[in-house]
C-alpha cells in the first residue's frame, strides 16, 4: 500500500499538540466536579474492599448516616486485597480517588503516606467529636507516618477459633458451660481435633489452606518469632520457623484438616459440618450466623488455640484514610471527617455485627459490648493479636503473605514437605529484599 | 485513506466564504478535512502516542506510582529486565501459550470454516455456534469455565470420576493452570479466525470446483490442491493475527490463573507488567518490560508484512 500524498498545508505538531490538549481539557474540566456536590447536598464518596459479609454491615451503616446526615455517601466495594490496592494507589496518584477509603493499618507504610494520601489534622478529629485519648496507644501510634496522622482506626480483626458446640459435644471437648476445652501446647489441641474428627467422619478443623500465611505468622509468633527485616536481607529464627510449618504438615498429613481448601470451602465445610472447628477470621461470623437462621448451625467462637504457650494469633486494623486529592472542597472534607466519626462512634454494630474488635474505645469499654455474645469470649484477641513484619511488601493482601502463602498451600497439599517450604520462604523473602524499594 | 478523499472535498468547500476552517490559516482550503480527523487523532495521541513516548521515557527512570520525585537510571531497568528470572520466565508462558493456542486456533478456525461452508440446511445453526462464543465477555467465559473446571464437583471432574478416566482430579489440567486455559481461548476466540476463513472461502469462485469436477477430480483433491492455495494470503493474515493475539494473552489468564485468591505461581508476560507497575508501583520497570513485549511483537509484524507483500509481487 502507498502512502497517499501527505495534504496541502498539512497538521504542524505543534497545532496539533495544542488542540489536542484543548480536547483534553476539555474532556477533563467535566470530572472534577463530580465531587462538588450536587443540589445542595454534600457528596462524599467512599471506597472499600469489605467484599466479605461485614460488607452488608457496612452497607447499613452507611444507610444510617445518610439518614442522620444528608450527606449523600457513595460507597463502592473493590475485590478484597490487591485489587482494591491497585486501585486506590492508581487513583491517589493522579489525585481523583475517593474521598476516603478503608485500608488495613498494616499496609499504611506501602501506600507511601507522603505522596498518596492526605494528612488528617487531629483539630478536624476533635471537631468532629473524636479524641485521641479514644483510642488504644499501640493503635494509635501506627496510623502515624513521619509524624503526621494518616489513618483512623476502625477496628481490629484476628484469626479466631470458631467451634460447632452440637460436635463438639459429642466429641466430649465442651466444658459444663458449653465453652470449648482450652488445649496447651500442640498435642493437646491435636487430640481434641483426633475427638472431633471422630464425630464428623472428615475433618478436625475445617482451615483455610490458602491463607497460610495468617496461620504460620500466628504459629510462629506464639514461640516469640521475629521477621526482621534489613536492606539487604533478613533474619527469620529457622528452628521456630519449622515449628510452625511442621504443624502444618502434620495437621494436613493426619487429615485433621483439608488438604485443599479455599475460603468458600472452608466456611462450607464448617457450616456443612465437615469440620467441627474452624480458625478463620471474626468476620466469618455473619456468615454463619446467617447459615444458623438459614438452616441451624450452633456455634460459638474463642481465641486462637495455644499451640505454642500462649494465645497470640495473626491480625490486623480497618483503617479510614483520605486518599491524595488534587484540591478538598471544604464542606466534602469536613463531611467526609464527619463521616468517620460517625463510623467510630456507631461501631458498636460494627463488632456485634461484623465480629470485628472496635478500635474506638467509648464502644469497646460500655457495658454493652461487655457483655456482647459472643465477642466478650473472644475479646482478648486485641491484646494478642500480631501485626504482619514491618516491610514494605508485608501487610494484609500484601507481596510476601501472598506468596509465602503459596508456598504454605503446598505444605497442606503434601507437595512441600516442611524444611522444602522453609528454604522457598527464605528464596521468596530475598527475592522481594533484593527489589528496587519503589516506596522511599 | 481517508483523508485522500476527504482533501479534495475540502479543496472545493473551502473557497465558500462561511468556511469553518480558522481565518488565520494561510492555506485555508487544507484545514477542512483535518477538523473531521481531529477527535481521533486527540484521541489517538493522548492514549496512545503520549503514553508510549511517557513509557519509552520512563523506562530509563525509577518513576513509581507513588509519585515521589523521578531520577534517570539510564539503563538499569533494561539490564534488570533481562537478568530478571521471573521475568523471562513469565516471558516464556506467554511464549509457551502462544506456540499451544495458534496451531489448533488455525486450524480448527479453517476445519470448521470449510464445514460451516459446505453445510446447505444447517449453515446458519454452525456459523451462529461457532462465531458465539467470541461475543461473551471474557469475565462470564471465564467464570464458566471455572466451574467446569472445579476440582471437586465441576463437570469435567464429575464425567471423568463417573467414566473412570481420572478419579476425582482432572488429570489433563493437573500440572498447570496453562492447558485450561488455553483449551478455553480456543473455544473462545475461534470464532474470529473461523470468520475470516469463511469469508475467504465465500470468495473462492464456483468454476473453479465446477472445472475440477469435469476433470474428474475427488473433493480431498479439491480441498488440496484448490482450496488451501486459494487460502493461502487468509492463513498469514489470521496465523500472524493469531500470533499478535496470543502474545497479549493477559485477561483469561488473570481472571483465571491469576487474581488474589488464587495460587497459581506461574504469570504470563503482561500480568507481570501489570504486578511490576501497579500492584508493585515500578512503573518504570514495567515501562522496560512493556517495550521487551512490543518489540517481539513488532518482529512478529515485520515478518508478516514481509510475507504478505513478497506474495503480492
Known amino acids: 500500500m502507498r502512502n497517499p500524498p501527505s495534504p496541502p498545508g498539512a497538521l504542524s505538531r505543534r497545532a496539533l499538540l495544542t488542540g489536542t490538549a484543548a480536547a483534553a481539557g476539555l474532556g477533563l474540566a467535566g470530572c472534577g466536579s463530580i465531587t462538588g ?27 444510617q ?63 468532629a467529636g473524636l479524641d485521641p485519648e479514644d483510642f488504644t496507644p499501640d493503635i494509635w501510634d501506627r ?166 504457650g500462649n494465645r497470640r494469633t495473626q491480625g490486623d486494623c480497618h483503617a479510614f484514610v483520605l486518599p491524595r486529592h488534587n484540591s478538598w472542597n471544604a464542606d466534602v472534607r469536613k463531611a467526609t471527617v464527619d463521616y468517620v466519626a460517625f463510623m467510630l462512634q456507631n ?52 507481596r510476601l503473605p501472598d506468596e509465602v502463602g503459596r508456598v504454605f498451600a503446598g505444605v497442606y497439599s503434601g507437595a512441600n514437605d516442611p524444611e522444602t517450604a522453609l528454604a522457598a520462604i527464605k528464596d521468596v523473602a530475598q527475592t522481594m529484599v533484593e527489589l528496587p524499594n519503589p516506596i522511599d | 485513506m481517508s483523508t485522500d478523499t476527504a482533501t479534495p472535498e475540502a479543496a472545493s468547500t473551502a473557497d465558500r466564504p462561511p468556511s469553518p476552517a480558522p481565518a488565520r490559516a494561510p492555506k485555508r482550503r487544507s484545514w477542512l478535512g483535518l477538523w473531521f480527523v481531529l477527535p481521533f487523532v486527540a484521541v489517538y495521541a493522548v492514549f496512545m502516542i ?87 465477555p471474557v469475565s462470564v467465559v471465564t467464570m464458566v469455565w471455572l466451574w467446569m ?37 480456543v473455544w473462545w476466540t475461534l470464532g474470529f479466525n473461523f470468520l475470516l476463513y469463511l469469508a475467504a472461502l465465500q470468495t473462492i469462485p464456483a468454476e473453479v470446483y465446477e472445472a475440477a469436477d469435469i476433470d474428474g477430480a475427488n473433493s480431498l483433491q479439491k480441498l488440496w490442491s484448490i482450496t488451501l492455495p486459494l487460502l493461502k494470503r487468509t492463513t498469514a493474515l489470521v496465523i500472524v493475527l493469531q500470533l499478535i493475539a496470543s502474545l497479549r494473552i493477559f485477561d483469561q489468564y488473570y481472571l483465571m490463573a491469576g487474581g488474589a485468591s488464587n495460587l497459581a505461581t506461574e504469570n504470563v508476560f503482561i500480568q507481570y507488567i501489570y504486578n511490576s507497575g501497579f500492584v508493585g508501583f515500578r512503573i518504570g520497570y514495567a515501562s522496560a518490560l512493556s517495550y521487551i513485549l512490543f518489540a517481539c511483537i513488532i518482529v512478529i509484524a515485520l515478518i508478516q508484512f514481509r510475507l504478505l507483500s513478497r506474495r503480492e509481487d
Open chain 2, 50 to 136: 503520549w503514553p508510549m513516548l511517557l513509557g519509552l521515557y520512563y523506562s530509563f527512570t525509577d518513576k513509581s506510582l507513588t509519585g515521589r520525585p523521578v531520577e534517570w537510571i539510564g539503563l538499569e531497568n533494561w539490564i534488570e529486565a533481562f537478568g530478571d528470572p521471573a521475568a523471562m520466565d513469565s516471558l516464556w508462558n506467554t511464549a509457551w501459550f502462544t506456540i499451544l493456542s495458534t496451531p489448533p486456533l488455525v486450524v480448527l478456525g479453517l476445519a470448521f470454516a470449510l464445514l460451516a461452508h459446505r453445510a446447505r440446511r444447517l449453515g446458519w445453526f454452525l456459523r451462529l455456534s461457532f462465531f458465539a462464543p467470541f461475543v461473551i
Open chain 1, 347 to 398: 461501631s458498636f454494630q460494627w463488632g456485634a455485627g461484623a465480629g470485628h474488635t472496635p478500635a474506638y474505645l467509648p464502644v469497646t469499654d460500655s457495658p454493652e459490648y461487655q457483655d456482647l455474645e459472643p465477642n466478650a469470649e473472644y475479646s482478648g484477641v486485641v491484646d494478642n493479636v500480631q501485626f504482619d513484619p514491618d516491610v514494605w511488601f508485608a501487610g494484609s493482601a500484601a
Open chain 2, 149 to 185: 473446571y472445579q476440582p471437586a464437583g465441576g463437570l469435567f471432574n464429575h464425567y471423568l470420576g463417573e467414566w473412570g478416566l481420572g478419579g476425582d482430579h482432572l488429570w489433563a489440567f493437573q500440572q498447570d493452570a496453562m492447558g485450561s486455559v488455553v483449551v478455553t481461548t
Open chain 1, 37 to 63: 456536590g450536587i443540589g445542595g447536598g454534600t457528596t462524599v464518596k467512599q471506597w472499600n474492599l469489605l467484599a466479605g459479609s461485614d460488607g452488608a454491615i457496612m452497607t447499613t451503616m452507611h444507610e
Open chain 1, 143 to 308: 496510623c502515624f507516618s513521619d509524624d503526621r496522622l494518616y489513618a483512623v482506626p476502625l477496628d481490629t480483626h484476628a484469626l479466631v477459633n470458631y467451634y460447632n458446640r452440637t460436635i463438639c459435644e459429642q466429641a466430649g471437648v465442651l466444658n459444663p458451660d458449653g465453652t470449648l476445652l482450652e488445649t496447651h501446647g500442640v498435642e493437646e489441641y491435636f487430640d481434641l481435633l483426633r475427638a472431633v474428627k471422630d464425630v464428623t467422619g472428615e475433618y478436625g478443623t475445617s482451615l483455610d489452606t490458602n491463607a497460610g500465611w495468617r496461620q504460620f505468622w500466628a504459629w510462629y509468633r506464639q514461640q516469640d518469632g521475629e521477621w526482621i527485616f534489613h536492606e539487604d536481607g533478613f533474619e527469620l529464627d529457622d528452628d521456630k520457623a519449622l515449628n510452625a510449618i511442621d504443624t502444618m504438615w502434620r495437621m494436613a498429613d493426619e487429615g485433621l484438616c483439608p488438604r485443599i481448601s479455599d475460603g468458600g470451602a472452608t466456611a462450607a465445610n464448617f457450616e456443612n459440618g465437615a469440620g467441627g472447628l474452624v480458625q478463620v477470621g471474626n468476620w466469618e461470623i455473619t456468615r454463619f450466623r446467617a447459615f444458623n437462621e438459614a438452616q441451624g448451625l450452633d456455634f460459638s467462637m474463642t481465641e486462637m488455640p495455644d499451640f505454642f
Open chain 1, 65 to 127: 448516616f445518610m439518614e442522620e446526615t444528608g450527606v449523600d455517601l457513595k460507597a463502592t466495594t473493590f475485590a478484597w486485597g490487591t485489587p482494591f490496592y491497585t486501585k486506590l494507589v492508581m487513583g491517589a496518584s493522579g489525585g481523583n480517588a475517593a474521598d476516603v477509603a478503608t485500608i488495613h493499618l498494616s499496609r499504611l507504610q506501602s501506600l507511601s503516606p507522603s505522596t498518596l494520601l492526605d494528612a488528617i489534622e487531629i483539630d478536624e478529629l476533635v471537631d
